[in-house]
């Protein structure tokens, strides 16, 4: 029988921009250059100046979902991610029958969370983020996972708290039953040279923003999710230590400002999501 379990993937900054938004020259693979050039007649000077189209840049997304997923063996076509517009809590459950009617993923899931079940495996949900941690919430017992993007700003609204709120309440999950994975994210490197506007909740932000002697705030992601957690009895808890913005693994928004380090290469968007895969038994002989 195959037993289904439950997956973290991260696209690194392995197989370029994970976001046809943030497509440029400086983050795509050498393969995607060749492609350009060859079909629109480039020499690798003119590519330098090339620029793209809306058909390009769907077609060089698609190819870089394509590779990630051939290299962590899902099928690129179900690949979801919530828009979050609610900004509230609001949860939606990838279901078989919704993967079906939706044969090549990436819909516009307005809710901020997205569940997944052992019932329904080879679905991923994640997002392409930069500096902001995906938040990944299992239940074991249940075959449920939940997984929500964390930026500052919904961090702000207690985002992590509310994706713990989705297993508990909409899935009858007991708070020692979960366990949570916070994704690589931006260190306290991260800065702002005045009180971030999206720090609404001074309590929440009380031992995540320091200030320095040189009067700038550094903002401490993984302290206050962890204050949260901790609030919401969520004590299964694993921090991925990765710091984006000096990690040259990982894209980072900090690090591609003219404000943060300027370095073009750092620009774009990393896919971090979870999904269930089935697990087969070796082949005796």
């Not at 329904?120 to 995906?134: E, K, S, T």
């Not at 919430?137 to 609204?157: F, N, Q, R, Y």
């Not at 506007?197 to 002697?213: H, L, R």
Request: with cysteine; aromatic share 10%.
């Amino acid at each position: 029988m195959e037993k289904v379990r439950l997956k973290i993937v991260d696209s690194k900054n392995i197989y370029g921009t994970m976001n046809g938004g943030t497509i440029r020259l400086t983050n795509i693979t050498e393969s995607d250059k060749k492609m350009l050039a060859d079909e629109n007649g480039l020499t690798s000077e003119e590519l330098q100046n090339y620029a793209f189209t809306p058909a390009d840049k769907k077609k060089i997304f698609t190819i870089h979902r394509k590779m990630f997923a051939e290299e962590e063996q899902f099928d690129w076509h179900k690949m979801f991610m919530a828009d979050q517009v609610d900004k509230n809590g609001s949860y939606f459950e990838i279901t078989e029958e919704y993967t079906k009617q939706n044969p090549n993923g990436w819909t516009d899931i307005n809710e901020d969370i997205l569940v997944i079940t052992d019932k329904n495996p080879g679905v991923v949900v994640g997002h392409p983020v930069a500096d902001c941690p995906v938040v990944i919430m299992e239940d074991k017992t249940k075959g449920v996972t939940a997984v929500g993007h964390c930026s500052a700003e919904l961090i702000d609204k207690k985002m992590p708290m509310k994706i713990a709120d989705v297993l508990v309440n909409g899935y009858c999950s007991k708070e020692e039953d979960i366990s949570a994975y916070v994704s690589a994210c931006a260190g306290n490197s991260w800065t702002y040279d005045t009180w971030p506007k999206w720090a609404t909740d001074s309590t929440v932000w009380e031992d995540g923003i320091v200030v320095d002697d040189n009067g700038l705030f550094h903002i401490d992601l993984r302290t206050v999710i962890s204050k949260q957690l901790e609030e919401r009895n969520i004590s299964h808890v694993f921090f991925d230590p990765t710091d984006t913005i000096t990690d040259p693994n990982y894209y980072s928004n900090s690090a591609a400002s003219a404000s943060g380090l300027n370095d073009a290469s750092k620009f774009g968007r990393q896919f971090i999501g979870a999904v269930y895969q089935k697990e087969r038994k070796a082949k005796s002989r």
